[in-house]
């Protein structure tokens, strides 16, 4: 195995750590239609997640894979490089619909507690943290929906992995999580 696969078998591990939880919701509402709410199984790919053109400004030359680690993650967005052998960054999200009303200092707390720093104007709130050398964690809440976004960037220049998650959190959109609902089957004309 190679040096960089035991770092991106450790990157993996440490965002599924904050981002794989399972967890039950209640049904959301809008304007009284009920919505399913958005849970980690049913987060769309990362190619919808991230389009092709969010991916292009994020890590222009970057692969991306996609990799769904549990039954009930999100999927996990990996970028590599040719020409940067040693970067890999990740991208995944942690939907929870309690994170819309929770608050802010809360949502920071274990991030703050385990090292970490608060990040300001960045979503609803946000934090960064290195767990390990050569390692930036950035842990961002979404204003428009009820995601935390979090990006781990291994090697190179970590401090990119904050405007990764500014360009992510732009392209997390509401639709995205909740697509509208296919019009039911016209039952002809009478």
């Known amino acids: 195995m190679r040096a960089g696969g035991g770092r991106a078998a450790l990157l993996v591990t440490l965002a599924l750590g904050l981002a ?3 967890r039950t919701a209640e049904p959301e509402t809008d304007a009284g239609a009920v919505r399913a ?3 980690q199984a049913t987060l769309p ?3 919808v997640l991230l389009p092709a053109d ?3 400004g994020m890590l222009p030359g970057f692969t991306m894979k996609q990799e769904r680690t549990c039954p009930t ?3 996990l967005c990996t970028f590599r490089s040719a020409s940067e052998k040693d970067v890999t960054v990740s991208v995944t999200w942690d939907c929870q ?8 200092h809360a949502l920071l707390a274990p991030s703050l507690q385990a090292g970490g720093e608060e990040i300001p104007a960045l979503g609803r709130a946000a934090a960064r943290r290195s767990p390990a050398q050569g390692m930036l964690q950035v842990m961002a809440w979404d204003d428009d929906t009820p995601c935390a976004l979090i990006v ?13 998650a500014r360009l992510a959190l732009t392209a997390t959109r509401p639709e995205l999580l909740h697509p509208a609902a296919p019009a039911p089957p016209d ?3 009478p």
Do not use: F, I
């Open 152 to 164: 781990t960037w291994l090697g190179g220049e970590p401090e990119q992995a904050l405007d990764v």
């Open 45 to 47: 790919s990362c190619e």
């Open 73 to 75: 993650c999100g999927p």
């Open 187 to 189: 039952a002809g004309t």
């Open 97 to 104: 619909p309690h994170y819309t009303q929770a608050d802010p």
């Open 54 to 56: 969010v991916r292009e």
């Open 20 to 22: 794989c939880r399972s």
């Open 37 to 39: 709410p958005v849970t």
